[in-house]
């Protein structure tokens, strides 16, 4: 297998080193919006050198190979075959894939959401994030190696803890990579441990929540302990809580095992503890779209932004209550101005027309509408698996057409990239223009 992962660094990797050589010394200053482009072309082509060696291998086709790569990059976790069915070097590949994904995603938060966001309180004041908007690089280098750092720790312990568990080196790495990345990366596991909650299933829980979490919370946590106050923390346990008692009435698992179900799905990372179909799949569905904080590498529209707009909508009940009456929004301590609340909302729509458009397009190609809505819901939010977990099927993906999948790809990557920021960089580059 070796040669095959040579064949695709050679190719990537020498044009590459090539732009590196040309580019040295150079100073360059990028705005936001610049960044934001670049990243765009990045998660564009990137996966699909990544899928080089999957092709190669016999595997997979060359559209699989492309869907498998994109899908694990985005931390999307949709798969293809089952990690039983092939060699374990692709198991890791895709764990490394995922793992790079979410650690790009925090980057990617840090040098240009933070700047985008910089009059709005869905981002954290914190020293990680701190990115001058007239040049994201200003800030970008030490801010990529403290995220490395929180980011490999994390992974780190959360390794250890699952060795511990008893899992091989191995298994326990694949595990937090997927965990961590909220990407749902699996390898085959001795036993039945993910049929209930146990050692293993609790130490990935806590990879999960790890990676639903705001990034510069773990950086301003050393500093100061009034970061856990934060409201992120607050949205999500409420998600976690009403979506384990949804589930808790409905029949099937107990519990302790909903609730590890709702962090899963919360965290958009796709595991499921049980073997039974998830309960309530629409709930699933909209879990899922809302995802964890902002900073994150989880995907959906974040839990901020629904705090943001639930703030917003007791303000409006107040006044309604009180026309009189002056309800000022505060969110983190800072009030929030009306362009910022406009911004919140165009995010929603445009994340909401997206899904809408996608799931409309995809019956196109001979799925159902419940299917479509399913697998472009899962695509955007970047939770692949729930496609399986909703319709029952092991392998959900590989029912739909080829020309379908292929279509979800660039929904993958809106998901990803923050869908209204990613559609103005097009728009900015193919239509203004």
């Not at 610049?34 to 990243?39: G, I, K, M, N, T």
């Not at 092939?86 to 240009?112: I, K, N």
């Not at 091989?168 to 990345?181: N, T």
């Not at 919370?217 to 384990?244: C, E, H």
Request: charged share 10%; hydrophobic share 55%.
């Amino acid at each position: 297998m070796a040669p095959l992962f040579l064949a695709s660094a050679a190719v990537c990797g020498i044009p590459g080193l090539l732009m590196l050589t040309a580019t040295r010394g150079m100073t360059m200053t990028a705005t936001a919006m610049d960044a934001v482009l670049l990243a765009l072309i990045a998660w564009s082509i990137t996966p699909a050198f990544a899928a080089i060696p999957l092709y190669l291998s016999g595997y997979f086709t060359f559209p699989d190979a492309v869907f498998e790569a994109y899908s694990a990059l985005t931390t999307t976790g949709a798969r293809l075959a089952n990690a039983e069915d092939l060699p374990r070097v692709f198991v890791l590949w895709r764990a490394l894939l995922a793992w790079t994904g979410g650690y790009s995603t925090l980057v990617l938060a840090a040098a240009v959401f933070a700047a985008l966001d910089k009059d709005l309180p869905a981002i954290r004041r914190s020293a990680l994030l701190t990115i001058r908007p007239d040049n994201v690089f200003s800030h970008l280098g030490v801010a990529a190696r403290r995220i490395a750092l929180i980011y490999a720790l994390l992974t780190g312990l959360i390794m250890v803890g699952l060795m511990f568990a008893g899992n091989d080196l191995f298994q326990a790495g694949v595990l937090a990579m997927g965990g961590i990345s909220t990407s749902g990366v699996m390898p085959v596991l001795d036993g039945d441990q993910f049929s209930n909650l146990s050692l293993t299933g609790f130490w990935v829980v806590l990879a999960c929540l790890f990676g639903s979490l705001n990034v510069s919370l773990f950086w301003d946590a050393l500093r100061d302990r009034t970061s856990f106050q934060d409201p992120d923390l607050a949205g999500i346990l409420a998600l976690v809580v009403g979506t384990t008692l949804i589930f808790f009435v409905a029949p099937g698992e107990g519990l302790v095992e909903h609730v590890a179900n709702a962090v899963f799905l919360v965290s958009t990372s796709g595991y499921q503890i049980g073997d039974d179909v998830l309960p309530v799949g629409l709930v699933g569905v909209f879990i899922v779209l809302i995802g964890g904080a902002a900073a994150s590498t989880t995907g959906g529209v974040k839990v901020t932004r629904v705090l943001m707009l639930w703030k917003r909508m007791g303000a409006e009940l107040a006044v309604l209550a009180d026309p009189s009456s002056v309800m000022p929004v505060s969110f983190r301590g800072r009030v929030t101005k009306d362009r910022s609340l406009i911004a919140v909302w165009s995010y929603v729509l445009a994340f909401a027309a997206v899904l809408g458009t996608g799931a409309f397009l995809i019956t196109l190609f001979g799925s159902s509408f419940e299917v479509s809505f399913i697998a472009t819901a899962s695509a955007l939010s970047n939770a692949g698996p729930l496609l399986d977990q909703i319709t029952g099927e092991p392998l959900a993906w590989t029912e739909m057409s080829e020309n379908a999948r292929s279509f979800l790809i660039p929904v993958m990557i809106l998901g990803r990239l923050e869908v209204i920021a990613a559609l103005t960089a097009v728009w900015a580059v193919f239509i203004r223009r």
